[in-house]
């Protein structure tokens, strides 16, 4: 059985026919990366977070060891503390996201919504837009650098069909800065030890990260039963199995085990990980690595401020 879109024992013929597709769905892709975008805006506007910048946010307490400089006077008088005047953030970060266009992202079956490639595109494109929208800057590991460009969905497009050489299933290597965010979409599939090793690769630089797994639903419940032909898309051969009914116990637990291991080395670097099924809307990841980012994004902005505070005042 092969849910893919088609399969050939050609590299070369597969990979123009990849190309070939992705070329013809691209307009289609933009406009609804656009449309998701524009249904989860509503209630993010504006990033309110404390930082050097001009719009005021809040008052805070005054801290001390903190120049007195930074006391509001006029503030402070109405009552017995002393406050400083917080503006909105208004630096631009940087957010690098890796969309995995490998052949494996090249599968739907009949329980997803949508190819894997293509959710996981729509939602680059998406949270592109958002986090320009915010004021960030958003680029592609190897293929675009940051932009702010308020036409960061036609960039990130035209960046990814202009890309030379076959897509990888894991980033290429790319120094992120210490305040920067790497946001990873695909289906880590991969040996686990090769996914944790790049994970540890690329939080070596002290960047913050966020994982999203994205699946079929059949990748993860195994629905097959009876005589099946399974085809590995990047070259590793097809296996035929008699009763396929009988691998699924194996296979759902070796499953949760791969999770598990990337799970725990995202969280030794403080990074997230989530699991976002292709039968569910794209806003729903796409809402929830929003509001992962800004919590992120306060933790470095509180760090930020408390290293304005001299030790001796701790």
Request: hydrophobic share 40%.
């Given at each position: 059985m092969n849910a893919n879109r088609a399969i050939t024992t050609n590299p070369v013929e597969t990979a123009k026919q990849s190309a070939q597709r992705l070329v013809a769905a691209m307009p289609r892709l933009v406009l609804e990366a656009r449309r998701v975008a524009a249904s989860v805006f509503h209630g993010l506007h504006g990033r309110r977070r404390a930082g050097p910048g001009e719009n005021f946010w809040q008052y805070r307490r005054f801290h001390s060891g903190e120049p007195a400089s930074r006391v509001d006077w006029r503030r402070s008088a109405r009552d017995d503390h002393l406050y400083v005047?917080?503006?909105?953030?208004?630096?631009?970060?940087?957010?690098w996201i890796w969309p995995d266009r490998s052949p494996s992202m090249d599968f739907c079956s009949k329980q997803g919504l949508e190819w894997k490639l293509d959710r996981a595109l729509v939602l680059a494109f998406a949270l592109g837009e958002l986090l320009v929208r915010g004021g960030e800057r958003v680029g592609i590991p190897g293929i675009m650098r940051?932009?702010?460009?308020?036409?960061?969905i036609d960039r990130m497009a035209e960046a990814i069909l202009h890309e030379s050489g076959s897509p990888e299933s894991l980033p290429p290597p790319f120094t992120?800065?210490?305040?920067?965010?790497?946001?990873?979409?695909?289906?880590?599939?991969?040996?686990?030890?090769?996914?944790?090793?790049?994970?540890?690769?690329?939080?070596?630089?002290?960047?913050?990260?966020?994982v999203a797994q994205i699946v079929d639903p059949a990748e993860e419940t195994f629905p097959y039963g009876g005589r099946v032909e399974f085809l590995e898309p990047e070259g590793a051969g097809s296996i035929t199995v008699g009763r396929a009914e009988m691998w699924r116990e194996d296979y759902v637990r070796r499953i949760a085990l791969h999770?598990?291991?990337?799970?725990?080395?995202?969280?030794?670097?403080?990074?997230?990980?989530?699991?976002?099924?292709?039968?569910?809307?794209?806003?729903?990841?796409?809402?929830?690595?929003?509001?992962?980012?800004?919590?992120?994004?306060n933790a470095i902005v509180r760090q930020q401020i408390a290293s304005r505070i001299p030790e001796a005042a701790a």
């Open positions: 005047r917080e503006r909105e953030w208004e630096a631009a970060h940087t957010i940051p932009t702010a460009n308020r036409a960061v992120a800065g210490p305040r920067d965010e790497i946001c990873l979409l695909g289906d880590f599939w991969n040996p686990a030890a090769e996914v944790t090793s790049a994970l540890a690769t690329m939080a070596s630089g002290g960047a913050m990260g966020h999770r598990d291991r990337i799970r725990e080395e995202a969280a030794r670097h403080g990074w997230g990980f989530m699991i976002h099924r292709t039968d569910r809307p794209a806003s729903e990841l796409l809402l929830a690595l929003r509001a992962r980012m800004g919590e992120t994004r």
